[in-house]
């Protein structure tokens, strides 16, 4: 299929649209670093790993633990508690896909933290768990 441009359409103008185009189509692209700041700056007060931790191998009065389906440290796959799926290694030096999106990372967030906490997570919480998970290295 030809794309045709009206006449007259400047080239710079045909280059600015395609510039707009790869900008918008990265536009959730981040790294686990700025998604880190992003929820700590929500949460007004700094990421504390060993809390990340804790809240990551405990459970909150539901029937999981965030570490029932990947592992007490995510560093290997993990395995689904209830479908027995694969789950990728969750600390992003494991699996360089991890948290470089930020409305995959919220979609995840927030159905996790209601399977395991019954709620939505707090920035904090999130802030806590992803330092932890970043810090985990190889």
């Known amino acids: 299929m ?4 009206p006449k007259p359409f400047p080239l710079h ?3 600015l649209v395609l510039v707009c185009a790869a900008l918008l189509s990265h536009a959730h692209a981040a790294t686990p670093s700025e ?8 949460a007004g007060n700094p990421p504390v790993a060993a809390r990340g931790q804790a809240f990551f191998t405990t459970r909150h009065g539901k029937d999981w633990s ?3 389906c990947h592992g007490a440290v995510p560093t290997q796959t993990g395995k689904h508690a209830a479908t027995g799926k ?3 290694p969750l600390a992003p030096a494991f699996h360089a896909e991890r948290f470089t999106d930020s409305a995959k990372t919220e979609k995840w967030f927030r159905r996790n933290c209601n399977d395991v906490v019954g709620r939505e997570c707090s920035p904090g919480e999130k802030a806590d768990v992803l330092a932890w998970l970043v810090s985990l290295k190889p």
């Open 2 to 5: 030809m794309l045709s441009l």
């Open 13 to 15: 103008a045909a280059a």
């Open 35 to 42: 998604l880190l700041a992003g929820y700590a700056a929500q």
């Open 66 to 68: 965030c570490s029932s």
């Open 86 to 88: 694969p789950i990728q």
